[in-house]
């Protein structure tokens, strides 16, 4: 699966690209902020996660700057599926690529290919210390669920407080939960 927006090209990653996504990575202001993600981040992790199975509906993408030369890995997003059965979208971003709007554009994108796969709606999270990627989720139409949980960050070696988002992408998801409530 592939899209592309005005700036980003968002494709699956190859074993080629694991020498930038751990130079990317290499950063521990991002694997902070994601949660199963190790820190330090090696060439060795990089190339694990290339090769690693993926759900074959559900995209896992990277994020790359379309430029005049070669494009410049600047990220990743992906949809994943919960162990509750949910959909969970999740990114992240380089550092030299921050305030860029990358985030924000990449998953517009994402959410485009949610709708497409007629899911109902998308989850998300973010650590309650990390209000940039909130504000992501805020541009994106997430709304909060009211609950803050901890959840695990690789990177830390702790659980940190996360706010629980969802974004709902049909009528049909909102009639679903009005008839369960109900």
Same mark, same amino acid.
């Given at each position: 699966? &592939?899209?592309?927006?005005? $700036? ?6 190859? #074993?080629?690209? !694991? =020498?930038?996504?751990? =130079? ?12 199963? %993600? #190790?820190? #330090?981040?090696?060439?060795?992790? =990089?190339?694990a &996660? ?19 030369? @070669?494009? +410049? ?23 030299s ?17 949610? +709708? !497409? ?5 998308? @989850?998300?999270?973010? &650590? ?13 139409? &997430? ?7 901890? +959840? ?5 070696? @702790?659980?940190?407080p996360?706010?629980?988002m969802?974004? $709902?992408?049909?009528?049909?998801? %909102? @009639?679903?939960?009005?008839?369960i409530? =109900?």
């Amino acid at each position: 699966m &592939f899209a592309r927006t005005t $700036r980003l090209l968002l494709r699956p990653g190859f #074993p080629e690209d !694991a =020498a930038a996504l751990a =130079a990317a990575m290499s950063d521990k202001a991002i694997a902070r902020n994601l949660a199963v %993600v #190790p820190w #330090p981040y090696t060439l060795r992790d =990089a190339e694990a &996660f290339l090769a690693s199975p993926r759900d074959p509906v559900l995209p896992s993408l990277l994020i790359l700057e379309r430029t005049d030369a @070669e494009p +410049r890995l600047v990220g990743s997003c992906g949809l994943g599926r919960r162990p509750s059965g949910a959909v969970e979208m999740g990114y992240w971003i380089a550092r030299s690529s921050w305030g860029r709007g990358f985030a924000t554009e990449a998953c517009t994108a994402l959410i485009g290919i949610a +709708r !497409a796969l007629g899911l109902g709606r998308l @989850e998300a999270s973010h &650590f309650i210390d990390n209000p940039a990627s909130g504000r992501v989720l805020d541009n994106l139409g &997430f709304e909060s669920t009211g609950i803050i949980a901890p +959840r695990m960050s690789c990177a830390r070696g @702790e659980e940190v407080p996360a706010r629980l988002m969802r974004l $709902r992408l049909s009528a049909v998801d %909102v @009639e679903e939960e009005e008839a369960i409530a =109900a």
